[in-house]
């Protein structure tokens, strides 16, 4: 398996710009979930799905934030408009089934977004 | 909702020495615990986990102790080696209510030769 896929690997936008992040899961993985990386806040949980549903959006900053999942192998994770702040290494991860206990999470290899 | 703290926020070492990192957790409902091990650049990987039914585990050169009374667990690195260089993340899951991790905020590693 491929191993969680994120696209673009890097993006650099200016102010104001929509951005548009995308995640393919591991295959057969029922819950996805977006994490922001900054230094300063950590690893912070923006967005969970379970079987294409949002369970928790609790984490979402504000409504210049949006996640959609259409189907079990794709899901964006949308910022407009953008701003500074919101530069961080954003992470995709999908984990199989944790009703059965397995809560293990696997990562992709992030976007890394700057916005100036 | 949950809140986990993490430390130190950096350690240094030498190698071969050993390496212990510290979280505590606030909810006393949380069943689950794991460690990630995230390389300079690269995305974080679980190392090691712990369930709040067992006290300890070890593999290998890593164990992570858990004590439920206190809230609190702890990752356990020994003969530290410098590729074992990363920042570590601790997490807490209660599965009852939600899947969701609730990460520390880290602790960078570094071993010198």
């Known amino acids: 398996d491929a191993g969680v896929i994120q696209s673009p690997r890097h993006e650099v936008t200016e102010m104001g710009q929509e951005v548009t992040l995308r995640c393919k899961p591991i295959?057969?993985?029922?819950?996805l979930f977006w994490y922001r990386q900054t230094m300063m806040r950590g690893l912070e949980l923006l967005i969970y799905?379970?079987?294409?549903?949002?369970?928790?959006d609790s984490g979402m900053p504000e409504d210049r934030f949006s996640a959609k999942m259409p189907n079990a192998s794709f899901s964006t994770l949308k910022i407009q408009p953008s701003e500074p702040r919101d530069s961080a290494v954003y992470f995709c991860?999908?984990?199989?089934?944790?009703?059965?206990?397995?809560?293990?999470?696997?990562f992709g290899p992030g976007t890394r977004l700057t916005v100036t | 909702g949950e809140n986990v703290e993490q430390h130190p926020s950096t350690l240094s070492v030498q190698e071969g020495d050993s390496a212990v990192i510290k979280c505590t957790y606030s909810?006393?409902?949380?069943?689950?615990f794991p460690w990630y091990k995230q390389e300079l650049g690269k995305r974080p990987q679980l190392i090691i986990d712990?369930?709040?039914?067992?006290g300890e585990k070890k593999d290998q050169r890593i164990a992570v102790t858990l004590n439920k009374t206190a809230k609190h667990f702890s990752l356990h690195i020994t003969e530290t080696q410098p590729e074992d260089s990363a920042v570590y993340f601790c997490?807490?899951?209660?599965?009852?209510?939600?899947?969701?991790?609730?990460f520390g905020k880290g602790t960078s590693l570094l071993v010198t030769p």
């Open positions: 991860a999908s984990s199989l089934v944790p009703g059965q206990g397995i809560y293990e999470q696997y």
């Open positions: 295959s057969g993985h029922d819950y």
């Open positions: 799905f379970n079987n294409n549903v949002p369970i928790d």
């Open positions: 909810d006393s409902a949380s069943n689950y």
């Open positions: 712990i369930r709040s039914n067992v």
């Open positions: 997490a807490a899951l209660n599965s009852n209510s939600g899947y969701a991790l609730n």
